[in-house]
């Protein structure tokens, strides 16, 4: 009973890392607004992987989506990320401190994004 608590709690946090992300962005074709809604799980949301052990988001890839705004640093809370790929979209400022505290993020790739910095990294254990 405790574990199905815990779980519930960390599909809600990833649900709502996610639906946060949605509303400080711009989408300019609404490929997120249509698809990314509370009806259906977000593990089948565009650009979504979870795993397939604790349904957590594994990886987060919207490459060439003409996203535009900041990257907000509640993906800081994806305790289970391990992959993401921004690429191509219009996202400025700097890259959120709080993705240095995720172990298990081994690839992050912002190619052609205006941040600060190199656009493509390998992180290391």
């Known amino acids: 009973m405790v574990t199905y608590a815990v779980t519930t709690r960390n599909l809600t946090t990833d649900q709502s890392v996610l639906l946060e992300f949605k509303h400080q962005i711009n989408d300019p074709y609404g490929i997120l607004i249509d698809n990314w809604t509370t009806s259906h799980s977000f593990c089948n ?36 990320l391990a992959s993401l790929n921004l690429s191509g979209n219009g996202f400025h400022g700097d890259l959120p401190g709080e993705l240095g505290h995720l172990s298990r993020l081994k690839l992050v790739d912002l190619n052609q994004v205006s941040l600060p910095g190199k656009s493509h990294h390998h992180l290391e254990d």
Do not use: D, K
């Open 45 to 80: 949301w565009i650009g979504v992987t979870c795993g397939a052990r604790h349904n957590r988001i594994v990886a987060l890839n919207l490459p060439n989506m003409n996203l535009t705004g900041t990257i907000p640093p509640e993906l800081g809370n994806l305790s289970f």
